[in-house]
């Protein structure tokens, strides 16, 4: 099992892990006990996701949590693992409006929770806010393929990069997202190949959600991976039996994750055959 963290987790440590082909793993967590549980279990990356939207306040989508709330939890995972990297993640509403309010509440997230970075759901609108939250020195995750907060566009949780089209369009904005000054990317829900594309042609850390093996990290909202929700996405890995200690849960994630037998390829979503083939043409070309 992997020993518990015994120091600081930074950014640099991923970038790390991009260099050595070290694999990374990441689970999110919302609560001061679990985070404890998780350093000492030796997660060394935490997301405190807007998925609590779901699973600890129960609404249907991420769209309903507010950012006070986010900001409470991440300073409590922070109290309770203090060595991990941690990032916190804004919620729906709180960015939006404008670079002055997204400034401002990034600020505010980072000053109020101590996270060491901040997730943002990005489409090119975003590409300038990103450019003045890095200026400012915040590391930005900039999280592109599926985008929970976008799901009234995108008509539902469903994969994203299916066509050669869609999957350029990924590539293209991971590229732009790193030149404004993103310090790290999460895939969420997109074919390993365009995660591979995504990797092959930027620098940055890339952290998987169901992105396939290619990633230099991976990350899986903790209750599915506890089997404590009632759906579980296709990529969560099977760790048996929901009673077995919660510890040897999250350290057996790790040591899969770092072993490198998760994901494998029953985790990974499928571009059809026609769509891969003139993907991997555009991308020659
Ligand atoms: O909010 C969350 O937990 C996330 C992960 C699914 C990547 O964004």
Known sequence: MPAPLTRRMTLNDLRAARQSGERVAMLTCYDFTTAQLMQKAGVPTLLVGDS?????????????VGLDF???????VRRGAPLAWMVGDMPFGSYQGSIGQGVNNVCRMVKLSGCDGVKLEVAEGHLKLVRRLTDAGVAIVAHLGLRPQAVGLLGGYRFQGRTADEAMRIVTLAQRMEKAGAAALL???????????????????????????????????????????????RFVPDLGNPNRPVDEMY?????????RQYPADEHDYEMPPAEQADFAARLKG
């Open 52 to 64: 609590a939207s779901s699973v600890i306040l129960g609404h249907e989508s991420t769209l309903s």
């Open 70 to 76: 986010m900001i409470e939890l991440t300073a409590a």
């Open 187 to 233: 895939l969420e829900a997109v074919p390993a190949v365009v995660a591979k594309a995504v990797v092959e042609r930027t620098t940055l850390p890339v952290i998987g959600c169901g992105a396939g093996r290619y990633c230099h990290g991976h990350v899986v909202v903790t209750p599915d991976l506890l089997g404590w929700t009632e759906r579980k996405p």
């Open 251 to 259: 350290g057996e994630y790790v040591r899969r994750v770092s072993e």
